[in-house]
């Protein structure tokens, strides 16, 4: 296995990862064409939504090349994360739920807003609370509750706004993150949606699928966060089939290939499945084997390679999944530490000592995150 990712990064210090391949923040695509070029691999997994963008984006550029070499890399791309017909779809959070809404599947109805009078036309229709979301956002930053026409008018200058230049500092300097230069230097605003409030309790979902058909796939419902609207970090297995036949058919729609992670609300009261999302890339439970038709990177492999999906060992009986260091980092003291089975790479030591070391400087950061949101949300109000 190789990586292409910002260096120095975590991937860099694991031993299943044979090289890393540099991301230059300023050339995404010449990055991602060098490392396909040196690695000549039979699969791309990306990692987050800016990598699943940029395979997006290569594919388009080399389809007007119009030559062997880019075709066969449209070829990968397309064996990597599916048909091309799906780019604009899952990129787009109000395009995504309608086409979900068209399959069948319980979705909350969600609508672009674009300024103040959209906003009012909306929320005088459906009423608050009214959640917010940025598209191209992830892990709950790009995301707002608003209880009151004022809030919701700054929530979604916010989210339009692109983020303060304190805060892109932060991340390129302390987190190393070099993916916030080039959007620092565009200032591009982005594309909001209102979307109806569901009360309930969150489930994740992420599968592997091929050519439309899913092969395995993990459902979790949410025990705790992080953060109130950021990933999880202790979750429990499930069985839904409500939610399963949703996922097959939006894979079918779609006709993905790779990793796709799908989140869900079991509404309040009636513990119906509500569909909020879909996340194209892998999320944070995917290397978890968790018995037959649960171990999405065996089915994965053996779907490129031909064969057929082996046996392997079941991780844990154990159906409560404190992450690592995602709980330990919410509460030192979480009974979920010792009651879950706590996912910590033991055969990783490096990995588990680059994980404390950005744990201090996280910590060492975190006041000041929280007077950055505090100063963008009161300077919105100001616009």
């Not at 309608?98 to 807003?113: C, H, I, N, S």
């Not at 009151?148 to 304190?166: G, H, M």
């Not at 990177?297 to 999906?309: D, Q």
Request: contains cysteine.
């Amino acid at each position: 296995m190789e990586a292409i990712c910002p260096l120095p990064h975590p991937l860099g210090v694991i031993k299943a990862v044979r090289r890393t391949h540099p991301y230059q923040a300023l050339s995404p695509l010449d990055s991602f064409l060098r490392a396909i070029h040196s690695s000549q691999p039979d699969l791309i997994v990306p990692g987050d939504d800016l990598a699943n963008k940029h395979l997006q984006d290569l594919y388009y550029s080399q389809a007007q090349k119009n030559d062997e070499a880019g075709s066969r890399i449209c070829e990968l791309i397309e064996l990597s994360i599916g048909s091309p017909d799906s780019f604009p779809v899952v990129n787009a959070r109000a395009s995504f739920m309608e086409l979900a809404r068209e399959e069948g599947v319980r979705a909350p109805k969600t609508k672009v807003v674009a300024d103040d009078r959209d906003l009012e036309a909306w929320t005088s229709q459906m009423g608050f609370p009214v959640v917010l979301k940025a598209d191209g956002t992830s892990s709950g930053e790009g995301v707002r509750i608003a209880h009151t026409l004022p809030e919701a008018k700054r929530d979604l200058r916010v989210l339009q706004n692109p983020p303060p230049l304190i805060r892109i500092a932060k991340r390129v300097l302390i987190n190393r993150d070099m993916r916030w230069i080039r959007p620092a230097l565009e200032r591009r605003r982005s594309v909001v949606n209102a979307q109806e409030f569901v009360a309930g309790r969150d489930v994740t979902s992420l599968v592997a699928c091929w050519k439309g058909e899913v092969l395995a796939a993990l459902h979790f419902e949410v025990i705790n966060k992080q953060h109130a609207r950021g990933p999880a970090s202790v979750l429990r297995l499930i069985e839904n089939e409500e939610i399963a036949a949703a996922t097959e058919r939006l894979v079918r729609r779609l006709n993905v290939s790779g990793l796709h992670g799908f989140d869900f609300l079991l509404e309040k009261d009636t513990e119906k499945p509500y569909l909020i999302e879909i996340n194209p890339r892998a999320t944070q439970v995917g290397h978890l084997p968790l018995g037959p038709g649960r171990d999405l990177p065996a089915a994965l492999s053996a779907a490129v390679f031909g064969k057929a999906i082996p046996e392997t060992h079941k991780v844990t009986e154990n159906p409560t999944i404190a992450l690592f260091p995602a709980e330990w980092l919410r509460n030192p003291q979480s009974t979920f530490l010792s009651s879950a089975y706590h996912d910590i790479p033991w055969e990783e030591p490096d990995l588990i000592r680059d994980c404390l070391r950005k744990t201090r400087r996280w910590n060492d950061w975190r006041g000041l995150e929280e007077w950055i949101h505090i100063f963008s949300t009161h300077r919105s109000s100001l616009v």
